[in-house]
T-cell receptor
């Protein structure tokens, strides 16, 4: 089944404890992206990647890192999480030069 | 000013009516325009995308784009209770995507 998977789905952590949210797609998509969704603010893009080893900042990259060493994986790294990074995070992917973006199921992160 | 603006709603229409959702954007360099639907607690799913001025129809959905006015809309004909969801407008310049905050639509039986 074609899908985007994220892990973990739910995470409660404490300020300053490094964490990684994994994202993987099995559709051989070139484009991958991370978003956060907060009430009243909608989806905001954190980082995106047009292909392996190519990443670019989105609208709200501060406090996040990403890497794209393999086509299928696009992990989101929070080196020192803070409470304002409490949010619902979505990973998405699409084929190059198409705009049908497939979203993962979301990761609900709480930073205490 | 937000880059992508939508009325937050809620928008309520009776079953069978036409629901009209509107969106304006500020970046004239935007190239692609999207409507996503998001049910509560679920991921966004793409309904339609449009690139050129004019209308694009897909079943009960019609997307309309007016680049001069920086305006994109979504019409849902014969609205069904299952259409009740939050509708997200998004614009894309190259790799970067900007979403509106969404309009919550309720279709009443």
């Amino acid at each position: 089944e074609a899908q985007v998977t994220q892990n973990p789905r739910y995470l409660i952590t404490v300020t300053g404890k490094k964490l990684t949210v994994t994202c993987s797609q099995n559709m051989n998509h070139e484009y991958m992206s991370w978003y956060r969704q907060d009430p009243g603010l909608g989806l905001r893009q954190i980082y995106y990647s047009m292909n392996v080893e190519v990443t670019d900042k989105g609208d709200v990259p501060e406090g996040y890192k990403v890497s794209r060493k393999e086509k299928r994986n696009f992990p989101l790294i929070l080196e020192s999480p803070s409470p304002n990074q409490t949010s619902l995070y979505f990973c998405a992917s699409s084929q190059e030069n198409t705009d049908t973006q497939y979203f993962g199921p979301g990761t609900r992160l709480t930073v205490l | 000013q937000k880059e992508v603006e939508q009325n937050s709603g809620p928008l309520s229409v009776p079953e069978g009516a036409i629901a009209s959702l509107n969106c304006t954007y500020s970046d004239r360099g935007s190239q692609s325009f999207f409507w996503y639907r998001q049910y509560s607690g679920k991921s966004p799913e793409l309904i339609m995308f449009i690139y050129s001025n004019g209308d694009k129809e897909d079943g009960r959905f019609t997307a309309q784009l007016n680049k001069a006015s920086q305006y994109v809309s979504l019409l849902i004909r014969d609205s069904q209770p299952s259409d009740s969801a939050t509708y997200l407008c998004a614009v894309r310049r190259s790799g970067d995507m900007r979403f509106g905050a969404g309009t919550r639509l309720t279709v009443k039986p």
